[in-house]
């Protein structure tokens, strides 16, 4: 028995329907993996390691493997301290970057590949046991950017003598990892990190 025309050109319809539909279900599907793998990373946050908060006038250190907030401890031991053990630059919080030993911070965040980031960081040096000379180094995807030290001599936990650093690099892929490791070898008074600041270089129109 043949079927009616109207009964074939309605099935034909609707098999058009769905497909027109499955299309944009797909694509919709597409995006939202792609947008779930790009907010896999972030701008750069937290720079003052005020994230988790900490109980006043307390520290606490954390190994390799953990995390402070976006940051996260990739080598060796640091101390987060928390608001009133010391002076901090911003905020309430800060890093000394000698927990039991020399340790390393690092915060991977999204760049755009070719263009120029500054960062700005205030130093100082935990007050509390020598050497007096603290001493580590800034990294940008491992390699070395800028060494830094700080003199503790006559500084104190009330007047940590904070001063400002500052480089700039260019970035060379879609995520970038940025690290501050201690170098001061013995003991568990580090150099002290906080206020990290990072700003994509905007020329200006007439250069």
Do not use: H
Request: with cysteine; proline share 5%.
């Amino acid at each position: 028995m043949s079927v009616p025309r109207t009964r074939t050109v309605a099935v034909a319809l609707l098999v058009g329907t769905i497909a027109a539909w499955a299309i944009p279900a797909q694509a919709a599907v597409a995006a939202d993996r792609a947008g779930a793998q790009s907010r896999a990373l972030s701008r750069f946050d937290d720079g003052s390691f005020e994230t988790p908060k900490l109980a006043a006038n307390t520290f606490t250190g954390l190994a390799a493997g953990q995390s402070i907030g976006p940051w996260r401890v990739t080598t060796g031991s640091v101390d987060l301290i928390g608001a009133g053990f010391w002076q901090a630059a911003e905020g309430d919080q800060s890093v000394d970057l000698n927990g039991s030993g020399p340790g390393t911070v690092a915060q991977s965040f999204t760049t755009t590949p070719g263009a120029a980031y500054t960062v700005t960081y205030s130093l100082a040096g935990n007050p509390e046991g020598g050497p007096a000379l603290k001493t580590g180094r800034a990294l940008v995807d491992g390699q070395d950017f800028q060494d830094f030290s700080f003199d503790t001599t006559g500084k104190s936990r009330a007047a940590m003598g904070y001063v400002g650093r500052q480089f700039t690099f260019v970035a060379t892929n879609a995520s970038t990892t940025l690290a501050f490791a201690s170098t001061t070898a013995t003991g568990a008074y580090g150099p002290v990190v906080d206020n990290v600041q990072v700003q994509e270089c905007k020329p200006c129109p007439t250069c």
